[in-house]
């Protein structure tokens, strides 16, 4: 029989390159995606290219359990700033009605969408595999040091309840997706990155920039990971990485692409930070001083990396940054210093 795939919020960046993926080198599985509003030109366009589109709100579980019948597989994930960058959390939040951090409120939006999931996917039957986009306990691994990492946090109370429930035990694997590459095209201040007067780059963040750091080409390479673990057995958490890359090398490679020069500065921490009173500039912070300290996945001995996969027989294709970096338009660095 056919197997039915169904991924949540396919409209989303780590959904959309699901469907692609399977689209392109999977068709044997049947696709179902979820989506908030099937109206949009994104839904309509999935519908035309042979998705069955489905409405469902993460908030609401009667809706993904309708969506979620009959699956075989399902892939999961939350998008923890589509829920903290909101009137209802930052904006309260700025305007002083909820004290800081932000985060905090954010997460247990996050965590209640993720036990919606959960208890769904516990409804099917039929459910062979469920794949959680998660990411490492930061309170956990670092031992309470580090308690204001909210948005990793969220992913890992998701996986403990996953893995409670007597339906789903052996059936939940975890992907935990390193930094998207996509982020210093979206987002380059955020993670430190800009383009000097001269024209040459400064890359500043609170890592070392010699550790090697997952970095993850999304479009390209999450469906392969997901469909690794669909094959292997249930119970995997793998380090969803196109390539390991210390950020020196990969400011190297964004310079030599460019044709300029760059630095990377590591950003002391002392474990505040001064200019941001909502508090998220501080749990991105203390994400990038975890990393650091601890590793991505905190030093966890059960997150495999895909050779790890490739050994056990389930080979993950992936693509190197460097064919990110110059796919990609960098005007906006270039705009930057304008
Ligand atoms: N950036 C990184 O380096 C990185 C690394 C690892 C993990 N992550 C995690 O990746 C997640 C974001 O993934 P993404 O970029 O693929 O997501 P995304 O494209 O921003 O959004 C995914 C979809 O979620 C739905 N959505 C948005 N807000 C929602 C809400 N409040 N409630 C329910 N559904 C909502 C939307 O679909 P519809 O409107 O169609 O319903 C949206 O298209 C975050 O949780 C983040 O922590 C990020």
């Not at 044997?28 to 469902?56: D, H, M, Q």
């Not at 969220?154 to 996986?159: I, P």
Request: one cysteine or more.
């Amino acid at each position: 029989m056919t197997k039915l795939l169904v991924v949540v919020s396919a409209t989303g960046r780590q959904g959309l390159a699901i469907i692609k993926y399977f689209q392109e080198h999977v068709p044997s599985y049947k696709l179902r995606g979820t989506t908030r509003n099937t109206n949009t030109e994104a839904a309509i366009a999935l519908v035309k290219s042979g998705v069955e589109i489905v409405p469902a709100d993460t908030n609401d579980f009667e809706s993904l359990k309708a969506a979620f019948k009959g699956a075989s597989a399902i892939f999961a994930y939350t998008t923890f700033s589509g829920i903290m960058l909101t009137p209802e959390i930052m904006g309260r939040v700025v305007s002083g009605e909820l004290p800081p951090p932000v985060g905090q409120y954010a997460y247990d939006i996050e965590v209640q969408q993720g036990k919606n999931m959960a208890d769904a996917a516990a409804t099917v039957p039929e459910l062979e595999r469920l794949v959680w986009s998660s990411l490492s306990g930061v309170t956990k691994w670092s031992k309470g040091k580090y308690t204001q990492a909210f948005h990793f946090d969220t992913k890992e109370a998701v996986r403990v309840y996953m893995n409670s429930l007597e339906p789903l035990k052996g059936k939940v694997s975890c992907l935990q997706l390193g930094m998207f590459t996509e982020n210093l095209i979206t987002m380059p201040e955020r993670f430190g990155l800009t383009r000097q007067a001269d024209g040459s780059l400064r890359w500043a963040m609170q890592v070392s920039g010699d550790e090697p750091v997952p970095i993850i080409d999304i479009d390209r390479d999450t469906g392969a990971f997901v469909h690794a673990l669909l094959a292997a057995p249930g119970g995997i958490q793998v380090t969803g990485a196109s390539e390991f890359l210390p950020f020196k090398t990969y400011l190297q490679l964004l310079c030599d692409h460019l044709g300029t020069s760059g630095t990377f500065e590591t950003i002391p921490f002392d474990g505040t930070v001064k200019d941001d009173p909502t508090g998220w500039k501080l749990e991105l912070v203390q994400v990038y001083a975890f990393i650091k300290e601890f590793g991505y996945s905190g030093g966890d001995p059960e997150v495999l990396t895909a050779d790890d996969l490739e050994k056990r027989g389930f080979a993950v294709p992936r693509s190197k940054v460097v064919d990110h970096i110059k796919r990609s338009d960098w005007s906006h660095l270039v705009a930057a210093s304008a």
